[in-house]
């Protein structure tokens, strides 16, 4: 008989990036913002989303109108009961309870030295305020979890108190006790030996992790934490949250799903299909935040599994596993072989072959346009990060690159002048003179700055081409001076979307600032024309 593999212990994903996450500088959620959210995360099948803070702001009791999740158990957050209060008469505890939700997660501060300096009560009356609180919670028939803020600090330094917090969440009926890195300052090592020690007054199929980022180790805490007996993960969709971000749920799901260390002992609830998707949803979640995606993201991000010297190009040739730890496709994202002055014939070939063109080894053309390529690298371009424009560059070198339109000629022009009601004001205006076939086409734009005012009159009336590029958006743009002073060289780098969601960028070199954006825009409306045409 064949022996049969252990069963697989479950780990559970808690997510918290509509009311942690929604803590980051900068980022303010809408309704409509959680909602879209939300469809994300049930995309991507955690297990538990905590939807935000009911009775902090109109926005988060709009949202807790209604159940808003289809598998997912949607929570609410919320504080213990304050001192002197009933569970009643509280009105926090109250609109937490009273939310449409499936699940309460309630924090209560599990470090004694914060008890006694931020609340000034006593080590009892804050206990008592945990179990009153978790024991209204199971009466209100939601499942209840306690986050134990301050827990690792709190342990360091005073570890019999910690563990009685957690002991009493429990006894009063918590599903899940969560020990938080609040500060995030704990080393793996101590999360490691300070878990080893809770689960030994605590079951570890009742404890969780949460984990922030202060020193770049809260996916590395959260996963000494599981290795130590928790069995319940908290974190965010791409590290948001307050100060430097919380542990990111990006990473840790394919580590956990692919990874042997972790995948052999335990399951997950997203499936391979769901991981598969991993990739769109972090771009798709950036996209909605109004960000570019990290570039350099572990597993998701567009240099995750790019490899840039020829050496290394020429081995993943031959064997993709020399160079990446895990197949590209199984978390939804693609091989990058870059092309730079690195590169060889392994990385044209690679390069060429994601844009659908196909050349043999010897093709003499190969070579020619590797030529190109290190000399216009030598004069300042980058096509590491400029994707489309070496797609551009290839089809000239190769001779088939289309010829939509021609710009015969363009200007720019700033004033800086008092308007009708006297006030200050700057105006910047582009005039573009473009020719199609026999069709010569003039467009005026204003715009914020000459760049801004050259796109919108670049695209302001492309003739036949117009419908094509209607959904084309110039989402960012990006300058660097090469060789320092004002009259250096200047790269631009312009970064497009389109109504599909799909990014490109392309780049521009000139000692004129406006004559490198100009070519960045002209290659971007070439892209997105070869692009549709394609379709």
């Known amino acids: 008989m064949t022996a049969q593999a252990p069963a697989k ?17 900068g980022i303010e959620f809408s309704l409509e913002d959680k909602i879209s959210v939300t469809a994300l995360l049930e995309r991507l099948g955690v297990d538990y989303i905590e939807g935000g803070y009911p009775g902090a702001n109109v926005i988060d009791d709009q949202f807790f109108t209604e159940s808003r999740t289809r ?3 949607f929570t609410a957050f919320g504080m213990t009961k304050r001192a002197g209060r009933s569970v009643g008469n509280d009105p926090g505890v109250q609109a937490t309870l009273n939310a449409v939700s499936d699940a309460a997660c309630f924090v209560g501060k599990s470090s004694s030295h914060q008890v006694k300096v931020a609340l000034g009560i006593s080590l009892e009356e804050n206990l008592d305020n945990l179990r009153e609180t978790v024991e209204a919670t199971v009466a209100a028939g939601k499942e209840a979890l306690v986050d134990c803020e301050h827990f690792f600090d709190g342990y360091k330094s005073d570890p019999d108190y910690a563990l009685r917090f957690v002991r009493t969440a429990l006894d009063a009926g918590a599903r899940w006790v969560v020990l938080c890195d609040t500060n995030g300052g704990t080393m793996p090592s101590e999360v490691a030996a300070i878990v080893d020690e809770v689960t030994k007054v605590a079951p570890g199929d009742h404890l969780g992790i949460h984990a922030h980022d202060d020193t770049g180790q809260a996916v590395a805490n959260t996963l000494a934490a599981v290795s130590a007996g928790v069995r319940q993960i908290q974190g965010t969709l791409n590290g948001i ?13 394919p580590t956990l799903a692919l990874k042997p260390g972790f995948a052999d002992r335990f399951e997950i609830g997203v499936t391979s299909e769901q991981l598969a998707d991993l990739t769109s949803i972090s771009r798709a979640f950036d996209d909605l935040l ?19 010297a020829g050496i290394h190009a020429s081995a993943l040739a031959k064997d993709f596993s020399t160079y990446e730890h895990v197949p590209p496709e199984t978390v939804g994202n693609e091989r990058n072989i870059m092309v730079s002055q690195q590169a060889g014939k392994s990385n044209l070939l690679a390069a060429l072959k994601r844009h659908g063109i196909e050349l043999g080894k010897d093709d003499p053309r190969l070579e020619r346009l590797l030529r190109t390529v290190k000399e216009r690298e030598a004069r300042g371009y980058s096509y590491d990060g400029a994707d489309a424009s070496f797609f551009i560059l290839a089809h000239g070198v190769l001779g088939t690159l289309p010829e939509f339109f021609d710009v015969e000629s363009y200007r720019t022009s700033v004033e800086r002048r ?5 006030e200050q004001v700057v105006v910047t205006e582009a005039v573009v003179k473009i020719r199609i076939g026999d069709e010569l086409l003039m467009s005026v734009a204003e715009g914020n ?6 796109d919108l009159a670049m695209r302001k009336d492309l003739g036949v081409f117009s419908t094509r590029i209607a959904d084309l ?3 960012d743009f990006k300058v660097r001076i090469l060789d320092g002073g004002t009259g250096a060289v200047t790269r631009v780098l312009v970064e497009s979307r389109d109504g599909t969601g799909e990014r490109w960028y392309t780049i521009g070199v000139n000692t004129n600032i406006i004559d490198a954006s100009f070519e960045a825009l002209y290659e971007s409306i070439t892209y997105k024309l070869m692009k549709s045409e394609a379709a």
């Open 9 to 25: 212990e479950r780990l559970y994903l808690f997510d918290t990036t509509l009311r942690d996450g929604a803590q980051t500088a």
């Open 71 to 73: 598998d997912a158990v």
């Open 241 to 253: 949250g307050e100060r430097c971000g919380n542990a990111n749920l990006i990473t840790l799901i």
């Open 290 to 308: 109004n960000r570019a995606p990290a570039r350099q993201s572990p597993y998701v991000g567009t240099s995750a599994f790019a490899t840039k």
């Open 418 to 422: 008092h308007n009708a009601r006297g």
């Open 449 to 454: 700055g000459p760049v801004n005012a050259l």
């Open 473 to 475: 958006e110039l989402v």
